[in-house]
Structure formats: structure tokens, C-alpha cells
């Protein structure tokens, strides 16, 4: 929304971050046009040509998603690109993980041979559904698979068509799309050839999803969500309108961030039975029941950050004088839910700084959340223990499985020692430096939108860190108000402050490091 402008000031607080970051002033304003071509993702041709092809025949065709926002707002945007084009069969299966495994189930199969679905589009999963695509093919339904998780060559599915920026061989040079990324540049590529523009709404859904899925906010990622915020007050959605009226207004560049933040994780709730998801009917809905659909995910987003603070404070217990080299914890007293293991296992990363896993079991069998940070591969790491394993997939630093209880300890014994072997005796924590210095006086409104300009944050590109020298409680507290969770400041000592600055006049202090008294 704010417009960029020139920064003359090498003092300036965009200035300093660039500098340390190693950030092109440039590069801020890269726009759609440099978007890499979507020619250069491997079977993007055959894929939209098969999915054309239902279009153009009319063939009952079938969208698989996932139940978490990259996979809601993946099944959207498709959904709705088909539904702008004039096609009218096309429907939608969302699984609930809380019910069955991850992949392709015998749920689906039994609802696309009861529906009579000619062709399945899997979107952000498919790339580990080895046997769920070999029962589509038996029953004359093909496949074309899109997602974003790491490949294992050893076990593709035997699809009609596979869309994967991690294939082999693929061509396209920015890997870490989240699910829904992957969704949009198909929907790109075929609006071209079938001459319908993909409008804003779709990269604001693309945004929503991506930011959910922690996926680096770089490169492409950060020119989609550049490309909202900054054609804001272009957007025409009725599920953003509607959200819009329930939301505090939008007045700035931090505003639409923390605008598709906050949906981001409000369509994270409502998993339902038989297909269905309360957040996707939500955003199809017109009528007078969206009213409902969203105090019902407003209620479930209530009960789910009760459950996250409660799941938080035992993982406090848990990690409490903790020291070793990596964290495994088996749930076995059934605390954590299932839906919250990921979470869980981010939580702990963040707080110790070293790879951590988090198991327990879940319908009969053993699940398993992992999350790392650089310098660890997650999904190598359940690679090295497949033989254990009944299924794994993810990312470099987030991933999971499933394993039989009886492979339980062989996968301990195996994962223990990849880690002798990959990881040192113990943790290093690192003391990260600020990323700028100001003085009282510069946190101006220039510099506050200087950093807007550096939006979206996230991984790769966290929150920039801001040092103020020589301060105390008091002088900060004539400017700003403090964010709960802030650092305590002791009353009346000078020394230095580290921030977050999260709006003109609100900032949250990380740490506090008194001056040292004179000798």
C-alpha cells in the first residue's frame, strides 16, 4: 500500500538492514514480471494439458487437498480458477488427518468410484501416495499430481502427470513454493493458454497459505506477497470482504501482513468428516450461512490457542534444564494432540535451538513431527531410518511419518545414531547480531516505512532485530507501548535495548542489557 521511496539516508534504517543483510535496494520492487517462466517446471505441459482436456470434455474431475492452510487455500485457488473458466465439474475432497493417515486413503478412493471421477488433481500432497495412485488407476481414474515436498525417486506414484518443483531435472529455478505456489503458477500458466487472467484474490489466498506454511519469504514467494499488499486496495474477494468487517482496519503495509496472518490461521480450524472442511466452505459460501461457518472457526480458534498455551507451558516443563545435542520425546501421557505435534516441535526448536522430534501414538500406529533448523535435513534424517518407517515425507526442516509400534525402538536405535554421526556433542547456541542501530530521535515515520518495504517477514528473512544504545524504561515508554511478552526493563538503568519495532508507536523488546556501572 505505501509507495516506495527514494532513501538518500545511508543512516537510514532500510539502509542498515539492507546493508547487513546483503539485500539489493532493487530488488524490493520486483514485481509479477520477473516471476520465472512456468514453462521451466518439468510436465507443467502435460499436466495442463490433461486438466485442459477434462475442461474442454467435460469429465467429472476431482480436486485432493489437505487439511491445513497450504492445502485449503491450494484446493481453492484451482477450485475457484476452474469455476471462473465456465467449468462445472469439478468438486473437491479435503481428508482430516485426525480421522486417517496422510496421502491418498481408501476414503477417497471409495468417494471418487461412488462419484465416478475421471480425473484426480492432488494439490500441496500426492508425491508420497504410492499405493493410494496405483487404486485410482485400477479404477480407469488418472492422476496428476502437484505438491511441493521433497522427492523420493524410489517410490514416485505411477501418475498420469507429476508437478513438483523438486523433481529431478526440474528446470525451475526457485524450489521452496509452498503447495499453494505450485497451484498458482498452474493456474497461471493455463489462464494464459485459455486466455483468462488470474485475478488478485487468488495471489491473496496464494499469500495466506504460503505465510501458514512457513515456506522462505523470498524470491518468489515474497513478489506474490508484495504483489497483494502492495495492489491492496485493488482486492475484490466476498471472503476477504467479509473478513475485512470482523477485522481492525487496514491503514498500512503491516496491517495486510498481519491481516493475512491472522487468516491464515483462522482457516486453520474446521476439519470435518467425509471430504469436507469448514474454513474451504467458508470461502465458497455466498449466502447467509458464511456468518455461521466463521464463528464456527472462530470458536475452534479459540479452544485451539487454549489447547496451544496448554501444550506450550507442559513443553516448558518438559525442556526445562535440558542439554544434549538433539530432542526426542514420545508422548506417551497423550498431552500434545495430534493436530498440534508440528507446533510442538517448532516451539521446542525455538526455544533450544536444536533439531527436535516429537512422537506419540495415534490411530494405532506411532506419529512423528520433526523440525530443524540450517545445517540439519529432517527428511534425510527419516530417509536414513526408511527401512522402519511405514511412510515419511516434508521439508528440509519440517517433516513426519508414521511407523508400527513394534518398529519403534530399531527406529530410536537407528535415528540415534544418525545423529552421532551428523550432529556434535551438544548445541551451540548463536548470539545473533541486530541488524540495525537507531537512536531515539530516528525511529521516524520514514523509517517506519522504510521497513515496511522489507515486508513480508519470516524464514530467510526473519523480523529485523533493532539495537537502541544507551536507553531506559522510562524514554522508551514516552514513544511506545510495549507487546506482551516483551523483556522486563529495570526502572531507572540505562543500557541497551534489543527490539521488534511492530507498528509507529508499538515495539517488543526481545532483551535488555544494563550498562555496566563505572569502576
Same mark, same amino acid.
Given at each position: 500500500?505505501?509507495?516506495?521511496?527514494?532513501?538518500?539516508?545511508?543512516?537510514?534504517?532500510?539502509?542498515?538492514?539492507?546493508?547487513?543483510?546483503?539485500?539489493?535496494?532493487?530488488?524490493?520492487?520486483?514485481?509479477?514480471?520477473?516471476?520465472?517462466?512456468?514453462?521451466?517446471?518439468?510436465?507443467?505441459? $502435460?499436466?495442463?494439458?490433461?486438466?485442459?482436456?477434462?475442461?474442454?470434455?467435460?469429465?467429472?474431475?476431482?480436486?485432493?487437498?489437505?487439511?491445513?492452510?497450504? #492445502?485449503?487455500?491450494?484446493?481453492?485457488?484451482?477450485?475457484?480458477?476452474?469455476?471462473?473458466?465456465?467449468?462445472?465439474?469439478?468438486?473437491?475432497?479435503?481428508?482430516?488427518?485426525?480421522?486417517?493417515?496422510?496421502?491418498?486413503?481408501?476414503?477417497?478412493?471409495?468417494?471418487?468410484?461412488?462419484?465416478?471421477?475421471?480425473?484426480?488433481?492432488?494439490?500441496?500432497?500426492?508425491?508420497?501416495?504410492?499405493? /493410494?495412485?496405483?487404486?485410482?488407476?485400477?479404477? /480407469?481414474?488418472?492422476?496428476?499430481?502437484?505438491?511441493?515436498?521433497?522427492?523420493?525417486?524410489?517410490?514416485?506414484?505411477?501418475?498420469?502427470?507429476?508437478?513438483?518443483?523438486?523433481?529431478?531435472?526440474?528446470?525451475?529455478?526457485?524450489?521452496?513454493?509452498?503447495?499453494?505456489?505450485?497451484?498458482?503458477?498452474?493456474?497461471?500458466?493455463?489462464?494464459?493458454?485459455?486466455?483468462?487472467?488470474? $485475478?488478485?484474490?487468488?495471489?491473496?489466498?496464494?499469500?495466506?497459505?504460503?505465510?501458514?506454511?512457513?515456506?522462505?519469504?523470498?524470491?518468489?514467494?515474497?513478489?506474490?506477497?508484495?504483489?497483494?499488499?502492495?495492489?491492496?486496495?485493488?482486492?475484490?474477494?466476498?471472503?476477504?470482504?467479509?473478513?475485512?468487517?470482523?477485522?481492525?482496519?487496514?491503514?498500512?503495509?503491516?496491517?495486510?501482513?498481519?491481516?493475512?496472518?491472522?487468516?491464515?490461521?483462522?482457516?486453520?480450524?474446521?476439519?470435518?468428516?467425509?471430504?469436507?472442511?469448514?474454513?474451504?466452505?467458508?470461502?465458497?459460501?455466498?449466502?447467509?450461512?458464511?456468518?455461521?461457518?466463521?464463528?464456527?472457526?472462530?470458536?475452534?480458534?479459540?479452544?485451539?490457542?487454549?489447547?496451544?498455551?496448554?501444550?506450550?507451558?507442559?513443553?516448558?516443563?518438559?525442556?526445562?534444564?535440558?542439554?544434549?545435542?538433539?530432542?526426542?520425546?514420545?508422548?506417551?501421557?497423550?498431552?500434545?494432540?495430534?493436530?498440534?505435534?508440528?507446533?510442538?516441535?517448532?516451539?521446542?526448536? #525455538?526455544?533450544?535451538?536444536?533439531?527436535?522430534?516429537?512422537?506419540?501414538?495415534?490411530? /494405532?500406529?506411532?506419529?512423528?513431527?520433526?523440525?530443524?533448523?540450517?545445517?540439519?535435513?529432517?527428511?534425510?534424517?527419516?530417509?536414513?531410518?526408511?527401512?522402519?518407517?511405514?511412510?515419511?515425507? #516434508?521439508?528440509?526442516?519440517?517433516?513426519?511419518?508414521?511407523?508400527?509400534?513394534?518398529?519403534?525402538?530399531?527406529?530410536?536405535?537407528?535415528?540415534?545414531?544418525?545423529?552421532?554421526?551428523?550432529?556434535?556433542?551438544?548445541?551451540?547456541?548463536?548470539?545473533?547480531?541486530?541488524?540495525?542501530?537507531?537512536?531515539?530521535?530516528?525511529?521516524?515515520?520514514?523509517?517506519?516505512?522504510?521497513?515496511?518495504?522489507?515486508?513480508?517477514?519470516?524464514?530467510?528473512?526473519?523480523?529485523?532485530?533493532?539495537?537502541?544504545?544507551?536507553?531506559?524504561?522510562?524514554?522508551?515508554?514516552?514513544?511506545?507501548?510495549?507487546?506482551?511478552?516483551?523483556?522486563?526493563?529495570?526502572?531507572?538503568?540505562?543500557?541497551?535495548?534489543?527490539?521488534?519495532?511492530? /507498528?509507529?508507536?508499538?515495539?517488543?523488546?526481545?532483551?535488555?542489557?544494563?550498562?555496566?556501572?563505572?569502576?
Amino acid at each position: 500500500m505505501v509507495d516506495a521511496h527514494p532513501d538518500s539516508d545511508p543512516n537510514s534504517l532500510l539502509r542498515q538492514i539492507c546493508l547487513k543483510r546483503g539485500i539489493s535496494l532493487d530488488s524490493l520492487s520486483a514485481g509479477l514480471e520477473t516471476l520465472p517462466d512456468e514453462a521451466l517446471l518439468a510436465n507443467i505441459k $502435460p499436466v495442463a494439458e490433461r486438466i485442459s482436456r477434462a475442461m474442454f470434455d467435460n469429465e467429472p474431475t476431482v480436486i485432493f487437498g489437505h487439511d491445513d492452510p497450504d #492445502g485449503i487455500t491450494s484446493t481453492y485457488v484451482m477450485y475457484q480458477f476452474f469455476n471462473a473458466c465456465g467449468y462445472q465439474r469439478h468438486n473437491y475432497f479435503i481428508p482430516n488427518r485426525n480421522l486417517e493417515p496422510h496421502g491418498i486413503q481408501d476414503s477417497f478412493v471409495n468417494f471418487v468410484r461412488e462419484g465416478g471421477y475421471k480425473l484426480v488433481i492432488t494439490v500441496d500432497n500426492g508425491i508420497s501416495s504410492y499405493q /493410494g495412485v496405483e487404486k485410482l488407476n485400477q479404477l /480407469g481414474c488418472e492422476v496428476v499430481i502437484t505438491d511441493h515436498h521433497l522427492i523420493q525417486p524410489e517410490t514416485l506414484p505411477n501418475a498420469h502427470a507429476i508437478l513438483n518443483p523438486q523433481l529431478p531435472g526440474c528446470q525451475y529455478p526457485f524450489k521452496a513454493l509452498a503447495g499453494v505456489g505450485v497451484a498458482l503458477m498452474l493456474a497461471r500458466w493455463l489462464g494464459r493458454s485459455l486466455e483468462h487472467k488470474v $485475478p488478485l484474490s487468488s495471489y491473496f489466498w496464494t499469500a495466506v497459505g504460503s505465510i501458514a506454511d512457513k515456506v522462505p519469504m523470498t524470491g518468489l514467494n515474497r513478489i506474490i506477497i508484495r504483489h497483494v499488499i502492495d495492489h491492496w486496495d485493488e482486492m475484490n474477494d466476498p471472503s476477504v470482504d467479509f473478513l475485512l468487517r470482523n477485522h481492525k482496519r487496514i491503514e498500512s503495509d503491516m496491517d495486510v501482513f498481519n491481516f493475512m496472518q491472522y487468516t491464515s490461521r483462522l482457516i486453520a480450524n474446521g476439519r470435518e468428516s467425509n471430504g469436507q472442511h469448514t474454513a474451504m466452505r467458508f470461502i465458497l459460501q455466498m449466502g447467509d450461512a458464511k456468518a455461521e461457518l466463521f464463528q464456527s472457526m472462530e470458536a475452534q480458534q479459540k479452544k485451539w490457542e487454549g489447547e496451544l498455551n496448554r501444550v506450550f507451558s507442559f513443553l516448558d516443563s518438559v525442556t526445562a534444564g535440558f542439554s544434549s545435542h538433539a530432542f526426542i520425546y514420545f508422548d506417551d501421557e497423550g498431552v500434545i494432540p495430534y493436530p498440534l505435534l508440528g507446533t510442538g516441535a517448532t516451539y521446542v526448536l #525455538g526455544k533450544l535451538g536444536i533439531p527436535a522430534i516429537l512422537l506419540k501414538q495415534h490411530n /494405532g500406529g506411532i506419529v512423528c513431527e520433526g523440525r530443524c533448523g540450517d545445517g540439519f535435513n529432517m527428511v534425510e534424517a527419516f530417509a536414513y531410518c526408511r527401512e522402519h518407517l511405514k511412510q515419511f515425507g #516434508g521439508h528440509v526442516k519440517a517433516a513426519g511419518f508414521t511407523l508400527e509400534p513394534d518398529r519403534y525402538d530399531a527406529f530410536l536405535e537407528c535415528y540415534n545414531h544418525y545423529l552421532a554421526v551428523n550432529l556434535g556433542s551438544g548445541p551451540t547456541p548463536s548470539q545473533e547480531e541486530p541488524d540495525a542501530c537507531l537512536g531515539l530521535d530516528q525511529f521516524t515515520l520514514d523509517n517506519w516505512r522504510g521497513l515496511e518495504q522489507l515486508l513480508p517477514f519470516g524464514q530467510q528473512h526473519q523480523e529485523p532485530r533493532i539495537l537502541v544504545r544507551d536507553t531506559r524504561l522510562d524514554e522508551l515508554q514516552k514513544l511506545f507501548l510495549f507487546e506482551h511478552g516483551s523483556a522486563s526493563l529495570p526502572l531507572g538503568q540505562t543500557g541497551n535495548a534489543l527490539l521488534h519495532w511492530r /507498528g509507529p508507536k508499538l515495539v517488543k523488546i526481545l532483551s535488555f542489557d544494563p550498562a555496566a556501572a563505572p569502576a
